[in-house]
T-cell receptor
Framework: DTAVSQTPKYLVTQMGNDKSIKCEQN?????MYWYKQDSKKFLKIMFS???????INETVPNRFSPKSPDKAHLNLHINSLELGDSAVYFC??????????FGPGTRLTVL | GESVGLHLPTLSVQEGDNSIINCAYS??????FIWYKQESGKGPQFIID?????DKRQGQRVTVLLNKTVKHLSLQIAATQPGDSAVYFC???????????FGQGTILTVHP
């Protein structure tokens, strides 16, 4: 009965590699998001999609490319990983803007 | 620019006490203010929200107060329990843009 799921939960990789994080929601929500949480727990939105259309792009480097194959999935692909990309990435979804449901997070460590 | 911040980064209370977590914001152009709870190793979880035209809203064991005059938001937790130990975030929502802006977070520790 998982609502918002992400894979993998942990991702350790070398600088310069390309990696993807997957997100799926079974809540029937139209809007999905990606957030980044840094080592000081600061949470910041990166992207949001509504019905597979990009709504928000918060000045994220173009090495980050979200892809929404359907409205239940929003994947995050990251090219040429850098040390500063190390963080916890959260996917979320919502039906109404004021109630967002977050996934369990993916902890990305770039070595 | 917009910001949402917290007065205290940590709060320790005894089980059964009431807890108050505070948040200040610098820009009132938002439609909702929202509190999230994040337990260790998990994603943020919605607790309660309040529309910007209200000043108080109550939920189960939680009350949110909004003072627009001084741009201050607080979360009151009654009879705090060890399971309430978590990081609490305030956030504000602009519905026209659908964007949540989070504050820094307060670590609440409840001692049995």
């Amino acid at each position: 009965d998982t609502a918002v799921s992400q894979t993998p939960k942990y991702l350790v990789t070398q600088m310069g590699n390309d990696k993807s994080i997957k997100c799926e929601q079974n809540l029937g929500h139209d809007t999905m998001y990606w957030y980044k949480q840094d080592s000081k727990k600061f949470l910041k939105i990166m992207f949001s999609y509504n019905n597979k259309e990009l709504i928000i792009n918060e000045t994220v480097p173009n090495r980050f490319s979200p892809k929404s194959p359907d409205k239940a999935h929003l994947n995050l692909h990251i090219n040429s990983l850098e040390l500063g990309d190390s963080a916890v990435y959260f996917c979320a979804s919502s039906r109404t803007l004021n109630t967002q449901y977050f996934g369990p997070g993916t902890r990305l460590t770039v070595l | 620019g917009e910001s949402v911040g917290l007065h205290l980064p940590t709060l320790s209370v005894q089980e059964g006490d009431n807890s108050i977590i505070n948040c200040a914001y610098s820009n009132s152009a938002s439609d909702y203010f929202i509190w999230y709870k994040q337990e260790s190793g998990k994603g943020p979880q919605f607790i309660i929200d309040i529309r910007s035209n209200m000043d108080k809203r109550q939920g189960q064991r939680v009350t949110v107060l909004l003072n627009k005059t001084v741009k201050h938001l607080s979360l009151q937790i009654a009879a705090t329990q060890p399971g309430d130990s978590a990081v609490y975030f305030c956030a504000k929502l602009s519905t026209s843009y659908g964007k949540l802006t989070f504050g820094q977070g307060t670590i609440l520790t409840v001692h049995p």
